[in-house]
């Protein structure tokens, strides 16, 4: 176990490579597919359109239910879409919610049919 931990810390680069490839097989893409894609989005999120903040590498986005890949995504979005259980009418909610919110409206955290 010592001597593969000593290995692995000697050899990064061949290490990152390697769990990049497997990392990607799970989706059926090569590291050329990855890089492709990323060029196409300019390095960039699919959704809010940044620089992955941690530095890392943007995640691979799929559709849970068909397994089909939607794009690259930073870990903020790509949590936030795990969060939101990649739900339409969820986000919808939530888009409606912070429109809301936007305009200055307060709503009563407590509505008036509640007895506390």
Not at 5 to 17: D, G, I, Q, S, Y
Not at 18 to 24: E, F, G
Not at 25 to 32: N, Q, R, S
Not at 43 to 60: E, Y
Request: aromatic share 4%.
């Amino acid at each position: 176990m010592i001597a593969s931990t000593k290995w692995r810390n000697a050899n990064r680069e061949t290490v990152r490579a390697k769990d990049r490839r497997i990392n990607l097989k799970k989706y059926g893409i090569t590291p050329e597919d990855y890089d492709r894609m990323n060029k196409i989005q300019n390095g960039l999120c699919a959704i809010c359109h940044k620089v992955d903040t941690a530095n890392r590498a943007l995640a691979v986005d799929h559709c849970h239910a068909t397994h089909v890949i939607r794009g690259l995504l930073c870990g903020k979005c790509n949590k936030a879409l795990g969060g939101f259980n990649d739900d339409v009418e969820i986000l919808r909610a939530a888009i409606a919610y912070l429109i809301h919110e936007e305009c200055g409206q307060v709503t009563d955290p407590v509505p008036s049919n509640v007895h506390t």
